[in-house]
């Protein structure tokens, strides 16, 4: 089966009866909405994370609820962003693990491949088998009124979909955002990818490009270069992963490095032409050397934009820019009956974010509560090998004068040594002589879930110490924190207690 043009890929493409399933269950083409009754507690506009936690929770505490989707409920993360890309990264990994077996005394015979087409299918398999969580039938048996169709506002207190006019007492706008592609001399004129269609490859891509050195492209270069891709990752700012720890970024640049990722860093004047079929060439100049690039297919891993137009958001006095929806920290639009939550109106465009800004929104909107965005904590994470992941304030907010840092690198955590995963390292910042914890990077291989043990200590207020004194098994990777806290305890021994506690010991012999 070879691959369509970029015009006929999508989520539900090929029509093989994994996607058949996805859409009987997201996108059933034999739905029947219901006929709107009455005033509704809320209204829930966009069935994406933010979308379909805030109408479960409204359901599900016994208020008349209608969900509102008009493309697949599950939004990008079940569709198109974290369940399709992370089973693409599993199956990467498992290719990595192959290649390397030799590092641990285990002979795999020359000529072992990767069957990408069989990866890709699998990835389908188990979107598939994950949809019914978010499916259309799923969340009218919870309670709601399942609408598919455009909505669109009609006034401060109405929305109209599929002919229906739906009233509400409050309403939340979770549409989300899109893949929007940055401003490329010659992009229009070329066939290229977004996550919107990349999962929707059939072939492995002989020469694969991808623009953008963020976590969407690092990932999928390292991902498609270990299942067999030559992979030309092209950024205009010096390394990858720019908006991490210097030294993080400087990690996976050499981990991608190592799989064979071709990196142009600091690319300046990039232009794109068409090339034979969907082929692309990319010519662009790097530390004054210029670059001349031909790629079968060609990602761009760049740009989001908000979902807004035409939900008449005038009409209910809702007000919108170009990054999102207007909302204050309670998640409130301009207008007091109509909030928003997720990807729409966040700055922290994750699917764990938007499910706590959307339990923000029900207690607000539906209970008087005074739950405030900027009280979450909210960690996140790249999950290349090794994965990055970071909480707190950003790297760049980080300084001497005002933090304190705790280091421990991963080469001196045994487990780590044990697995031959020594590349990376620990990093927990408090406030200046004070045990606040402020922010945190992780570096390893299981960076992700190591990282909410800090999250959950900044969110409940537990120092370094504590963390210092809790006790983890050994041997495991994610002994790096706990060896972080003891770092921290040794800055409380200070020459007053240390000569204090001399003089005690010596009197203790007597």
Not at 187 to 200: K, Y
Not at 258 to 276: A, R
Not at 371 to 395: C, F, N, Q, R
């Amino acid at each position: 089966m070879s691959d369509p043009t970029t015009e006929e890929l999508g989520p539900l493409f090929p029509k093989d009866e994994h996607n058949l399933k996805l859409e009987s269950n997201v996108h059933p083409t034999d739905w029947e909405n219901p006929k709107a009754e009455g005033k509704y507690n809320m209204v829930v506009i966009g069935a994406g994370t933010a979308g379909l936690v805030a109408s479960s929770i409204a359901a599900g505490l016994g208020g008349k609820v209608a969900l509102i989707e008009r493309h697949l409920l599950g939004g990008d993360c079940l569709n198109v962003g974290c369940v399709p890309s992370k089973a693409i990264i599993a199956a990467a990994h498992a290719a990595a693990s192959v290649r390397d077996a030799g590092e641990m005394g285990i002979n795999v015979p020359d000529g072992v491949t990767a069957d990408f087409g069989h990866a890709m299918e699998r990835m389908r398999k188990l979107r598939a088998d994950i949809s019914p969580h978010d499916s259309a039938a799923r969340f009218r048996d919870l309670g709601m009124d399942v609408f598919l169709g455009d909505a669109k506002f009609t006034g401060p207190n109405t929305v109209e979909v599929d002919g229906q006019t739906l009233h509400f007492k409050k309403a939340v706008i979770a549409t989300g955002a899109r893949a929007s592609a940055p401003p490329i001399d010659g992009l229009d004129g070329v066939e290229f990818l977004t996550n919107e269609t990349l999962f929707s490859l059939t072939e492995l891509p002989k020469r694969f490009g991808i623009v953008g050195a963020g976590p969407i492209g690092c990932e999928m270069a390292q991902s498609f270069a270990r299942l067999g891709s030559e992979v030309t990752l092209f950024e205009s700012e010096h390394s990858v992963l720019t908006k991490e720890d210097k030294e993080a970024g400087e990690i996976v640049y050499e981990s991608l490095k190592k799989d064979g990722v071709n990196i142009v860093c600091c690319g300046k004047d990039l232009k794109l032409t068409k090339t034979e079929g969907t082929g692309v060439r990319c010519v662009v100049n790097s530390h004054g050397e210029k670059h001349d690039v031909e790629v079968d297919r060609l990602l761009i891993a760049v740009g989001r934009a908000p979902n807004v137009e035409e939900l008449g958001m005038e009409k209910a006095g809702v007000e919108y820019h170009k990054r999102g929806v207007t909302v204050n920290d309670k998640l409130q639009t301009t207008n007091k009956d109509i909030y928003a939550a997720g990807d729409i109106c966040s700055p922290f465009q994750f699917t764990h974010a938007a499910d706590f800004m959307a339990r923000n929104v029900v207690r607000n909107a539906l209970f008087f509560g005074g739950s405030k965005t900027s009280k979450l904590v909210i960690p996140w994470v790249t999950y290349t090998d090794p994965e990055v992941a970071h909480v707190g304030i950003l790297a760049s907010e980080i300084n001497e004068s005002d933090h304190d840092t705790y280091r421990v690198d991963m080469e001196k955590v045994d487990r780590a040594i044990l697995e031959g995963t020594t590349n990376g390292f620990v990093k927990i910042h408090t406030l200046k002589g004070k045990d606040k914890i402020v922010a945190a990077t992780v570096v390893a291989k299981n960076a992700g879930d190591m990282i909410s043990q800090v999250s959950q200590a900044m969110a409940f207020g537990i120092g370094l110490g504590k963390i210092g004194g809790t006790i983890s098994p050994y041997p495991t990777q994610g002994e790096a924190i706990r060896k972080a806290g003891d770092l921290y305890g040794r800055t409380r021994l200070t020459p007053t207690v240390a000569k204090w506690m001399k003089k005690w010991l010596a009197f203790a012999r007597r």
